[in-house]
């Protein structure tokens, strides 16, 4: 049997997990939502996909413009097993009142807050607290790409304390209203950055500290990270731990990889849709210890890691997999992660 999913809030991240969704044998799209008629409107049509709106009282507009629909969110909340919330920052939490009374249960974005949702996740290192649950919320793009490589370097050498700098993408390609364009912006100015705290929802008791700033690029974020480990490791025995971790590839800027613009590249020449990167490049030549504590340096796709994840979380909530291992190959397959 296949689970009927609806993405409320069709934007960059929820198109994604559209599309990831409708890749899965065990899963099936039966609506999305959008609050304007325009191209994303349309071309979510001709992919198959019923539209909802989430403004009724838009419905002219979209009539106007010749874009069919099926009805309101509400109504596609009917059609549901689940709901992935992908609307901006602070309306899913919002949205949380309306799949209560209906229901229903809700997947929310990192962009929520955890106290919000009341429960977070991540597919390596808390699957198993969300089986069964009603709401959870998958982590950030930069704090699913913390847990993607913290985890196995934890699991593998213990660690003690991490620090991290992380450089964040000014705005997502299509924003042309964000910035800076000609800056570099501590953000936020205050020291530890929210991304620690982040970081213990999904990996309860990690002891870290982050800074972060935001540079004027759209393409990828950048973490520079620095681990005190508990156990003396060899960094080969690091590498291999990362090369055989899902989800995670190195890449060697020796290669022609050496920056964020050339990995995106990377993903073009893979051929994958919209150049989506869902795994984790870490730079080979980066990885090293230097008395006692490893350093390293890799990249997020802002826009894509985090999606398979959101696939995982539907199958843990509706309880299709208890076992991680299992549900992060099936998503994995389906959208032809390396
Ligand atoms: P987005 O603005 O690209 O997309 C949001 C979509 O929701 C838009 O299509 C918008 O029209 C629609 N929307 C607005 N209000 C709505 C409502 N009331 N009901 C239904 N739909 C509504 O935003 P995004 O970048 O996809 O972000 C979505 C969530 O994912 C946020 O929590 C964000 O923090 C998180 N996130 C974003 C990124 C990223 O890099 N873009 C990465 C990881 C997580």
Sequence with gaps: KMVSVAINGYGTI???VA???AAQKDMKIVGVSKTKPDFEARMAL???????????????LFQEAGIEISGTVEDMIEEADIIVDATPEGIGAKNLKMYREKGVKAIFQGGEKHEDIGLSFNSFTNYEDSLGADYTRVVSCNTTG?????????DLAGIKKVRAVMVRRAADPPQVKKG????IVP?????????????RTVMYGININTVALLVPTTLMHQHNIMVELEDPVDIEEIKEELDKTSRVMLVK???????????????????????DLYEIPVWEESLNIVDGELYYMQAVHQEADAVPESVDAIRALLELEEDNKRSIE????AMGIL
Aim: net charge positive; glycine share 8%.
């Design 46 to 60: 001709k992919k198959g996909y019923d539209l909802y709106i989430s403004i009724p009282e838009r419905e002219k």
């Design 146 to 154: 913390l847990c993607r490589t913290l985890k196995p370097i934890d």
């Design 330 to 333: 099936k998503t994995n397959k």
């Design 180 to 183: 800076p364009v000609n800056a």
């Design 14 to 16: 929820g198109k994604r």
């Design 19 to 21: 599309d990831a969704v």
């Design 187 to 199: 953000n936020p100015p205050t020291v530890p950055s929210h991304h620690g705290p982040d970081l």
């Design 253 to 275: 800027a020796g290669e022609g990889l050496a920056s964020t613009a050339e990995i995106m590249e990377y993903a073009r020449e893979l051929g994958r849709p919209r150049n």
